[in-house]
């Protein structure tokens, strides 16, 4: 939900953004130091943990230079560690890149994990008992967790509020649908349902070239730089919001009238490597709606299945099998040289995938699981249904 703080507010919150950012800068320089210390000493213990530097954070506040710290929220600060320390441990674990530190001009944000309430259209949270000005667009279902405040490189000012709450699964669905993921259209289905690619970025790309030549002809550390940089930026989060928006109501309508969904498994950071179609692969974003879909589908007791990216959906003719293996790119109709039927590449590779994944095991509602059909190779992890042991947090 968008916040309109005052000026005054405004500032208390640029002490919040900034303390949290020094806070995690601060410690992530500590343990980068106390390692290559600890190699150098051959000491047993060669790594510090969330506990080590909570303990160095109370004496930190109460040192003359950074007494400043006590003056936002103590638990944004903690949080701030641990986020810190989860960082570590995913780079441990080989899930991330080592932990990098926080910039000032990007996005800012900060937690409260406790006490906060919303009443009036307002938001009350430690250090904020007056309550911060809120549009709440849709009603808070729920028990509040807690909340996430944010500014965005556009001076924007949000609030995600994590409640606690049953999410009820959708009536079973007959419906079994194979999707084709394009550029030229989003997604193409085996039931003919066909949904655009709105192409949000190349829609605007013109403006923002404006608005980057005028950044760029700026002063430095100007005035003037400051507008063209947050007029940038209002751009920039104008195509961010047009695409999620387009997205959730997409992979909302897949989820809702399918039962069960077959999706290829679409190495898109490898197609990004294509020059020449990374920016219309990066502006219609399939990662993301595999995952929404993904999500969502657990949620709502559907099952999502992925076949092998390597198999030839879109060259394989769906009547009669054929491989037509001079088929490019560019070919967006072709016509089978053996059944002399002429075919549309997404609806017949959708229409593929749909074969492909009717042939998979184990296909227990409300799961996500890996293509185990035939000529198909494992390609995915299953991911556990735990809307029966817990309810899911949004």
């Excluded at 002063?219 to 997205?247: E, F, M, P, T, W």
Aim: proline share 3%.
């Amino acid at each position: 939900m968008r916040l309109f703080p005052t000026k005054e507010q405004e500032t208390k919150l640029a002490k919040h953004f900034g303390c949290i950012r020094f806070v995690y800068n601060h410690f992530l320089d500590n343990r980068v130091k106390f390692y290559l210390s600890a190699k150098e000493k051959q000491l047993a213990k060669k790594s510090l943990n969330y506990y080590d530097d909570a303990a160095e954070l109370t004496k930190l506040k109460k040192q003359p230079e950074t007494e400043w710290l006590s003056e936002v929220n103590s638990q944004s600060l903690q949080h701030a560690l641990k986020h810190l320390d989860g960082a570590f441990n995913r780079f441990y674990r080989k899930q991330a890149k080592f932990p990098r530190f926080k910039k000032k001009n990007l996005k800012n944000s900060f937690r409260i994990p406790q006490f906060v309430r919303l009443e009036n259209n307002k938001i009350y949270f430690p250090k904020f008992k007056e309550g911060i000005k809120m549009d709440n667009h849709r009603p808070v279902e729920g028990e509040v967790e807690f909340a996430t405040i944010t500014m965005n490189a556009a001076g924007q000012y949000h609030a995600c509020i994590t409640v606690e709450k049953f999410i009820e699964k959708l009536e079973p669905a007959s419906k079994v649908v194979g999707i084709d993921l394009g550029v030229k259209e989003l997604a193409v289905c085996s039931d003919g349902t066909r949904f655009p690619n709105i192409k949000p970025f190349r829609s605007l790309e013109q403006r923002i070239r404006v608005r980057q030549k005028e950044l760029a002809r700026s002063k430095k550390d100007s005035k003037g730089r400051q507008k063209s940089r947050l007029k940038l930026a209002r751009l920039y989060n104008k195509i961010s919001n047009v695409r999620n928006d387009h997205l959730h109501k997409v992979s909302h309508q897949i989820v809702s009238e399918n039962q069960t969904i077959i999706l290829e498994d679409l190495n898109v950071k490898g197609m990004m490597a294509n020059r020449k179609l990374s920016k219309s692969i990066w502006d219609v974003s399939l990662s993301e709606l595999v995952r929404q879909i993904s999500y969502k589908a657990e949620w709502y007791g559907r099952k999502v299945l992925f076949i092998d990216r390597w198999f030839p959906s879109s060259k394989t003719c769906h009547h009669c099998g054929y491989i037509n293996e001079s088929l490019t790119l560019k070919d967006r109709e072709w016509t089978c040289p053996r059944c002399e039927r002429k075919l549309d590449r997404d609806y017949n590779a959708s229409q593929n995938i749909l074969v492909q994944g009717l042939n998979m095991k184990n296909m227990s509602v409300g799961t996500t699981e890996s293509a185990e059909c035939l000529g198909v190779s494992s390609v995915a992890k299953a991911i556990d249904n735990r809307l029966a042991r817990k309810p899911n947090r949004l």
